[in-house]
């Protein structure tokens, strides 16, 4: 396949990932607007513009190193091995770090809907973790 080619086809891949879960989401907006008041859906909105925000602080955007280091060492197991270990552990540290934190500031101002952001911020964090691993091998 030449290079032109995997270019467009990998584009039209991303194009269609992006496209589809902003569809998805405007489907989803009747259900949403259904069964929550206006100033639930705004505090919705609000605990996901946090977890957006604070996902790429914590993790310091590692998972996108993760990717171009383990497009570098593809068919080298050993390497992955290495790459794959350090980054889980350093997402576990700056996890437990910001949970940590989370509860150190809990304990002195209530948070309203923190415990359901960090925990967003969690899931959020692991997956795009493991997506870009998956990527990384070419399993996209």
Known sequence: MSKQSS????????????LSTQFLTFLLLPLYT?????SEFGTVDLVMTYVTLLA???????EMGT???????RGDEERQKRIISTVVR???CMLALATAVYLLVWSFVNIP?????LGATVAVIVSNMFLQIAR???DN
């Open 90 to 92: 350093f997402t576990a």
């Open 7 to 18: 270019l467009v086809k990998n584009t039209l891949i991303i194009a269609f990932g992006k």
């Open 113 to 117: 809907y923190g415990l359901y952001a």
């Open 34 to 38: 259904t069964y929550l008041a206006t």
């Open 67 to 73: 990717f171009r280091f383990l497009i570098d060492v």
């Open 56 to 62: 790429p602080i914590i993790t310091v955007s590692l």
């Open 136 to 138: 990384g091998f070419g």
